[in-house]
């Protein structure tokens, strides 16, 4: 048995008695390496090697106990500024020692890796196979961190979600239920085993999922079985949208590829059992039974509010704000209302400019929704929407967006008398552009009723002054230009050119700025104090949004850079996981990863034309790959590698003595595709 003691000293008289003990400890359990595990106390000190375990960790409010994460854990905005312990299928232990930990919670895979640990730190296991194992390790991890009631609270969250579609797919007819099957990658065509999580997701959803006689988290498939199974519906995860397999003769061959029926979704929830389990199951169960998920008579659940939460707004012209849950489609929804104590004149980048209104809206409806929508349009969505929340039609300005309100941003500056406030919310993880270079695909005249994403960047404009129509279209390209330098802050790619292109907003941005009541405005440009205060609110704003939404800030992993890139390491690696290891590590020490960083920004400038001399910049590369190698060495011109030039040659720099030859000097060689 491993006991976990700490002796008390003198400071832990400055703590208080939460920061210490559970009421739960000490707690003594078996993990899924089957050890047996005593906990004395709630551990301060802990390396989260599982990405799953670092989200449940962080919804149970234990983040400031995580001291190291591998690289799929950075995006929950609680990490930030966490020790990176290296990848996940390779963690670097000797850094997981230095950080001196309590506890380290690993995975299956580790096993071998943290056998040096086992003297240094409680090392705990917990892999769960099937959802219900995944909640008793929540609750488990709930009397660990004393935060039981937190544990029960997301639970209860999941199971709710869980037991409506459970309640939704009951009405499908057995002849109609649906063969999905999860891709989890090609050549040769690979799929999760037959007692797989996975396989329970789609069973959940109400779909009928592939029992091929082979258990395992991944498990490869033949073309007979592939054809046999004819799955209808295929979902996979992940920034790459192509399987060129599925283009080959007998693979195309069944009802998915014909029907164009291939689904993609965020990788932290198709691939993780932690605390988006109920939240996968309703969205793969809405993309696959759409046409009767839309269907009112199916709803399992009356359409409803089922919580008000004020949210303090300090404007003479606001009777009140709040957020205003509600139940729309048997789904969740999150509204943000500010309601004045005069009707008012707004401008809306959705509606157009409008009088009399009473209210302004920003409407949240989840991802499970999203399909549900398009049948209604957005005047049946804005209907159905503000019949639900009491608010009245003609009076109210409406904004629809897929981020959640509980990553909202409130901003406010002043300057004299002058007040703005900026409520934003913000996504840019699907829906970036680059206008000017990216490609619209929408065309009205040929689909005049269809309604494109929901704004992904939405921004409520208020103050204490009154703006004049003039003052209102102006303070709109004040707000976009304070919205875009903020993307430009923090190095937004493009979601369609992220390789070459950074964002200047989403395809969906809408802004409502609303009249305000007090002194009378009429300039609202760059060079008046009011322009200033709104850029600025905006800016904030924005940056705030992101960082709630999507776990963006300007200090970022390389590693997360490299993602928002199209810069698969793997890819890059040929798959040699060696490889792809050592260049890990390389870029987990400060100076590589800002050479790398450096060779972004020279990029992005050389593609535009601004620079077109990179003697300087290809000498710092010799320079760094001599460093790497401990020797002179010879830099070849990398250009087998698909990035652009100066990204290539950056990265040869970590390939090129790390690759299979054990050269530098033989780039083309080392950087050729492996025979599969």
Not at 27 to 33: K, N, R, Y
Not at 645 to 658: E, R, S
């Amino acid at each position: 048995m491993k006991n976990f003691y700490f002796p008390l000293i003198a400071f832990l008289f400055f703590l208080s008695a939460s920061e210490l003990w559970s009421e739960q400890l000490p707690l003594t359990f078996t993990d899924s390496a089957n050890r047996e595990i005593t906990l004395e106390r709630t551990p301060r000190r802990v390396v989260s090697l599982v990405p799953a375990m670092t989200e449940i960790l962080v919804r149970l409010g234990a983040a400031d106990s995580v001291v190291g994460i591998t690289i799929p854990s950075i995006l929950p905005p609680e990490t930030a500024g966490k020790a990176i312990v290296g990848g996940f299928f390779h963690p670097d232990i000797d850094r997981v020692a230095e950080l001196r930990p309590e506890v380290v919670f690993y995975g299956s895979l580790h096993e071998q890796a943290i056998a040096g640990l086992l003297d240094k730190a409680v090392c705990i296991r917990l892999t769960p196979r099937t959802i219900d194992e995944s909640f008793a390790d929540i609750r488990l991890l709930g009397k660990i961190f004393n935060a039981s009631d937190k544990a029960a609270a997301l639970i209860a969250e999941q199971q709710h979600e869980l037991d409506v579609i459970a309640l939704k797919v009951a009405n499908i007819p057995a002849n109609e239920r649906q063969r999905v099957i999860r891709l989890m990658g090609t050549e040769p065509l690979m799929v999760p085993g037959d007692d797989s999580f996975q396989n329970e997701y789609i069973r959940r959803a109400g779909g009928i999922a592939p029992q091929f006689g082979h258990n395992g988290n991944i498990i490869p498939i033949s073309l007979a079985q592939w054809q046999q199974f004819n799955p209808q519906i295929i979902y996979s995860c992940g920034r790459s949208r192509t399987f060129p397999l599925l283009q080959q003769p007998g693979w195309r061959d069944v009802d998915a590829v014909r029907n164009q029926r291939i689904l993609f979704f965020p990788c932290e929830l198709t691939c993780r059992l932690a605390n988006g389990s109920g939240a996968f199951v309703s969205w793969l169960s809405a993309s696959i039974y759409g046409e009767a998920f839309s269907k009112e008579d199916q709803y399992a659940l009356a359409q409803e509010i089922v919580d008000r939460r004020a949210l303090p707004i300090d404007l003479a012209s606001v009777r009140q704000a709040e957020i205003i849950t509600s139940n729309i489609a048997d789904f969740r929804n999150k509204t943000l209302v500010v309601s004045f104590n005069r009707p008012m004149t707004v401008v809306s980048t959705l509606e157009g400019q409008k009088s009399g209104i009473t209210a302004v809206a920003n409407h949240f409806f989840p991802p499970p929704a999203w399909g549900l929508s398009h049948p209604r349009g957005l005047a049946g969505m804005r209907e159905t929407d503000l019949r639900v929340l009491g608010l009245d039609t003609d009076s109210t300005a409406m904004l629809f967006t897929g981020v959640d309100m509980d990553n909202l941003a409130v901003i406010k500056k002043s300057w004299r008398q002058m007040e703005v406030i900026a409520l934003v919310t913000a996504g840019v993880e699907g829906n970036a552009m680059r206008m000017g270079t990216d490609i619209g695909s929408f065309y009205e005249p040929e689909a005049p009723d269809t309604i494109a994403k929901p704004g992904t960047i939405n921004i409520l404009l208020l103050s204490n002054m009154k703006l004049t129509p003039r003052a209102m279209t102006r303070a709109i390209i004040s707000a976009t230009e304070g919205k875009t330098a903020a993307i430009e802050d923090l190095d937004i790619r493009s979601s369609y050119s992220g390789g070459s292109h950074s964002a200047t907003g989403t395809g969906t941005d809408n802004i409502i700025v609303a009249e305000g009541e007090g002194q009378i405005i009429d300039a609202t440009g760059g060079h008046t104090k009011m322009g200033e205060l709104i850029a600025a609110t905006v800016h904030d704003g924005v940056l705030e949004a992101i960082r709630r939404q999507n776990g963006l800030t300007a200090g970022r992993s390389i590693f997360k850079r490299l993602e928002e890139r199209n810069i698969d390491l793997s890819k890059i690696c040929h798959n040699d996981s060696a490889l792809r290891t050592r260049v890990e590590q390389l870029l987990l020490q400060p100076r590589y990863a800002s050479f790398l960083a450096a060779a972004f920004t020279i990029s992005d400038e050389y593609e535009r034309g601004l620079i077109s001399d990179l003697a300087a910049f290809n000498s710092w590369c010799q320079a760094v790959a001599d460093a790497i190698a401990g020797r002179p060495v010879i830099l070849g011109e990398a250009a087998d590698l698909d990035l652009p030039p100066v990204l290539a040659k950056a990265m040869a720099v970590f390939l090129g003595d790390h690759a299979r030859t054990g050269t530098i000097g033989n780039i083309a060689q080392a950087t050729q595709p492996v025979e599969k």
